[in-house]
């Protein structure tokens, strides 16, 4: 037996929703491997888990039953000093265990780890850690060897082929596909005739590396954006936090450039969030024609082992820059100097499951425990964001003008209750838009058309008795989606035949209410009949990828997108000119104090869509409630106005960024029982002397919303204070009694919430 005075123990972690942590005893043989922030495989009751060591436990009392750590999994820490900190200041200001912070910020274990889990039984049946060998495959390239169409006799099909390689680096055969027929004959046919050369090569399988990018010429930087570039370098090394305000098409990108160039240059470090890699390949694309392919792209597509490598290569500062969605804030990038977060106001920033954590804040944090620089990015900034940068929390950076020479567009706003339809019949294309769109089809230009809306129509209703056809589990109807011939619930996917019998009077006779993108798209195709008409939304991208669909657009092969917000996220389209809001007014029904903030952010974002090449823009919103100062600013882009009038009402009514909030949500497979939890929970926090003295407001209970949603009945109230601590006060009071278990009711606490859904 090893005697107290030799033995070392070490304070554990496991990714269980446990508030506290565990003590365990390190064996001779591992202590030098059982440093903070490795993984270690434990005993814990009849489970065996792998946990994570948060570091040295104080020496436990005689009587204390203390088991030893099994295995170590990790040859180095996955959580580096910093990064460990970072998650346990996380954790604790979201009231959130920490085993099931570090679980979500870990990487997965490495093969052969897991196979020593696997074999000493710490892997339980059905567990998904598993490493798979990074996915390659064989790629053909080709690389004209002549630099204008030589005088000899060639196919229409080879002279289209060469003509796409002539001037640059090379080619991938994929990007050749939407231009040639049969492309692999025809580049063989060329490579004969000695005009280009082909190879072979393995590559990645990852979508965001697979064409060739031939290196950038680094442009001038206009002056605001040289002002706005000087002041951020001039922190690097030092820290601190910067909002850069800049219209669509004001070179952002650029700016964020530049400053990681630099930060390179002196060894530090960089991280960039974007809201949704799957939908930025053209932003990757730029980022590795300036930097090469030296860059970890951190997305929901790699496999296991993959992410482990990208993992393992930041930890060790093998690649010094690391592109991701939100959970790209946990990187272990080496020598942090800089953490970037574009399109700072997206919500999908805001993690709704499980850790409920906001990005865009946390990488604040991160960055001020690092000393890097921090730059939230974007043309419509949050109202929290802005706050902070006029209270002195944020030097705001501002880039007034576009980068090129084309102004922004002017907007028209149409009134559909004087615009009813227009030459096509159509009650959504009014004559205004209609004819901004014939123009645009004569002149040889693109246009891209906006409706926050999936599917042919978002309700059917049977005409023999006015009942909607709802969904069975969720309080919402089903929208129709007509290619596919079904009724889909877009909350918990149940779907079912597009010929469905009414629930209350057996009637098989209804009609088609609203609409979505689906029928927006076949109106299009039945009043442009000549148009080649597309669609982007979350049906589309599943099936055709987003990544296809925006270089068809870029090659001149779509003339009409219509799309969700999809759409607005950033995308450089120079071919599109014409920009309409189909809907304009849709997001302010949402019962959300954010409501006419997420619209006007919308909306400029979208009519930002337009005239960022060669020709002018101009956009068009249509809408049944145009004198709406949502609408009304954004018709002049007018941020500031906007940002004024929100501002007032935020603060008469108590809202962020004048107060903060704390939502408390229960849910049950009962409505009598969800009521009865949330009450219970309400009443506990009315007891409580913040909230008794009116520091702290209680809002509710009520029912959500979507009342029911996957089978389940829900509940909430806000807690709502100027006071953080006495709000953190009241919130972990009700932690507490949550923790004690409220079956079979479920409860959590979201801290700074987003959705009010």
Known sequence: MTTPDVQRYVEVCVPLPLRQCFTYSAPLELSEQTRAGVRVAVPFGRQKLSAFVLGEAETPSTDMRVRSIAAVLDAEPVFTTELLGFLRAAADYYLHPLGEVLRAAAPALATDRVRSLRAGGFLEKGETLRGRSVATRKLLFARALVQEMPEVRLGDQQRRALARLI????????????????????????????????EEREVSADRFFEPAVARDVVPEPTPAQATAIAALIAKLGEGGGFLLHGIT???????????IAEARSRGLGALMLVPEIALTPQLVSRFRARFGDEIAVLHSELSEHERHSAWQSLREGRVQLAIGA?????????????????????????????????????ALLRAHRT??????????????????????????????????????????????????????????????????????LRDGEQAILFLNRRGFAPSMQCRACGQLMGCPACSVTLTQHRREQSLRCHYCDFTMPIDPTCTS???????????????????????????????????????????????????????????????????????????????????????????????????TQVAGRAGRGSRPGRVIFQSF???????????????????????LARKELGYPPFSRLVAVRVDAGSADETKRRAHELADLAKNQPAVQSGVVTLMGPAPAPIERLRGRYRYRFLLRSRDRMALRAVAKVLVRRIDEGLAPARASLDVDPVSML
């Not at 991938?172 to 000695?194: F, N, Y």
């Not at 055709?544 to 917000?565: N, Y």
Request: hydrophobic share 40%; with cysteine.
């Open 167 to 198: 001037g640059v680096p090379e080619l991938a055969l994929p990007e050749l596909r939407g231009d040639v027929k049969s492309p692999r004959a025809v580049l063989r046919a060329l490579e004969s005739k000695g005009l280009i050369a082909l």
């Open 249 to 259: 098409g004001s070179g952002k990108t650029e700016v964020y450039l530049r400053l």
């Open 326 to 362: 939100r959970s790209a804030l946990f990187a272990p990038v080496a020598q942090l100097g800089v953490v970037i977060v574009d399109e700072e106001h997206d919500g999908s920033f805001k993690q709704e499951e499980g850790f409920r954590y906001q990005a865009r804040d946390m």
């Open 371 to 440: 000393g890097a620089v921090c730059v939230l990015g974007s043309a419509t900034p949050s109202l929290e964001s802005y706050h902070l940068s006029e209270v002195g929390k944020l030097t705001r950076l501002v880039l007034p003008n576009r980068a090129t020479e084309q102004s922004l567009p002017p907007v028209t706003l149409v009134d559909l209750e004087r615009h009813r339809s227009g030459p096509s019949g159509s009650a959504y294309l009014s004559a205004p838009l209609h004819h901004e769109l014939e123009a645009c």
């Open 505 to 603: 009077c057996g009637s098989r006779a209804f009609r088609e209410l609203g609409l979505g993108t689906e029928r927006l798209e076949s109106e299009l195709r039945a009043a442009f009949p000549k148009a080649r008409v597309a669609r982007l939304d979350r049906d589309t991208a599943a099936a055709d990828g987003v990544t296809a669909l925006l270089d068809r657009l870029r090659r001149g092969e779509i003339d009409i997108l219509v799309g969700t917000q999809m759409v607005t996220k950033g995308h450089d389209l120079p071919g599109v000119t014409v920009v309409g809001a189909v809907l304009a007014e849709q997001s302010l029904a949402f019962p959300d104090f954010r409501a006419s903030e997420r619209t006007f952010q919308l909306l």
């Open 625 to 647: 409630q145009p004198d709406h100062y949502a609408l009304q600013f954004a018709r002049t882009h007018d941020y500031l106005g906007f940002c004024r009038a929100e501002m």
